[in-house]
């Protein structure tokens, strides 16, 4: 079984800049990120996939957000910068066992989700 933890939310100012971290346990292929505002579905924000240590990003990526990982402790850390108060949402991590670039794109392609970590930007 496969556990994923995020950490690292919480409340900024606009502007500001945080860092998420997600550790993952087992033997996986991918982590993501993907983040709810409330009412609306999960967003893809982006994904690393170990072999390589390729990134993904959505198609409308701004170029403040950016992935980086230790794949040693199956961690995977997102890096927000310039934070807006659209970017406040509940931010999930999740783990993936395929390599899929279309795939890891959707909450589908992925297996397991961690509980989500609130990030809240204020104006």
């Known amino acids: 079984q496969v556990t994923v933890v995020e950490s690292g939310g919480g409340l900024v100012q606009a502007g500001a800049s945080l860092k998420l971290s997600c550790a993952a346990s087992?033997?996986?292929?991918?982590l993501g990120w993907f983040r709810r505002i409330p009412g609306k579905e999960r967003d893809f924000v982006g994904a690393?996939?170990?072999?390589?240590?390729?990134?993904i990003y959505p198609e409308s990526d701004s170029g403040r957000f950016a992935l980086s990982g230790n794949n040693a402790k199956n961690t995977v850390y997102l890096q927000m910068n310039t934070l807006k108060p659209e970017d406040s949402a509940v931010y999930y991590c999740?783990?993936?066992?395929?390599?899929?670039?279309?795939?890891?794109?959707?909450?589908?392609?992925?297996?397991?989700w961690g509980q989500g970590t609130q990030v809240t930007v204020s104006s």
């Open positions: 690393l996939i170990w072999s390589g240590m390729r990134t």
């Open positions: 087992g033997d996986i292929s991918a």
């Open positions: 999740a783990a993936s066992l395929n390599e899929g670039l279309l795939a890891l794109r959707l909450p589908a392609g992925y297996h397991y």
